[in-house]
């Protein structure tokens, strides 16, 4: 517990933006239930997920910059465990899992396990959520479109959805996870194109 309020502490010392620090919580909590319902070691997929991110502190001035961004939280979470006298040999995963989330690639050697992959599938889970539905939808000025534009914005996203359904993870629970979430969002969507479709005549 000593070791996941120190976590908290360092991340909200780090992260000022609101969706990123709730975005982070909320990878932890799913790393959380992936963690207790396979046998993973809890604590260490809290802190793992909860630090994600933790090199948004500073810009990205490039996509390359972005793109490398789980590398440099890795170095930056481990200076951090290492302070806080974490335990050794439980830094390794920890930091290889936080490397590997964006592009499944490290800049040091480690291996693919339910462990060190479900960082990654805890993000990708979170960002079929429903808010990210609804930040979408926002960003994309939806409401402010025609009808028209709306409807193939929406056979859009069910295209995309259903690509994404067909993705595996690593472990049953994030499996499970993933595809509640594909099936709400599409859900949504199919009953929003139901609407448009009944908007402009009789």
């Known amino acids: 517990m000593e070791y996941l309020v120190k976590a908290q502490d360092y991340l909200k010392l780090k992260i000022k933006d609101t969706y990123r620090l709730a975005h982070s919580y909320r990878v932890a909590n799913i790393g959380k239930e992936i963690a207790e319902k396979e046998g993973l070691n809890v ?6 997920c909860l630090l994600h991110d933790v090199s948004y502190c500073t810009p990205f001035k490039t996509q390359d910059e972005w793109q490398n961004h789980g590398r440099v939280s890795s170095k930056m979470v481990r200076t951090f465990l290492e302070s806080i006298d974490y335990p ?12 590997i989330h964006v ?9 693919y396990n339910a462990f060190t992959l479900s960082v990654q599938e805890a993000d990708n889970i979170d960002r ?25 914005y929406v056979d859009l996203m069910l295209q995309t959805l259903n ?40």
């Open 43 to 48: 604590e260490d997929l809290i802190i793992a």
């Open 88 to 99: 050794k040999e439980r830094i390794h995963d920890i930091c290889y899992a936080i490397a």
């Open 103 to 111: 592009d499944l690639k490290a800049d040091f050697d480690g291996e």
């Open 128 to 152: 079929v959520g429903a808010y990210r539905l609804y930040e979408t939808l926002e960003a994309a000025q939806f409401s402010k479109q025609s009808i028209d534009v709306q409807i193939k």
């Open 163 to 202: 690509e994404y359904a067909s993705y595996e993870c690593t472990t049953k629970t994030a499996q499970t996870l993933w595809l509640d979430r594909i099936q709400f969002q599409k859900n949504y969507f199919e009953r929003l194109k139901d609407q448009l479709k009944i908007s402009t005549a009789l």
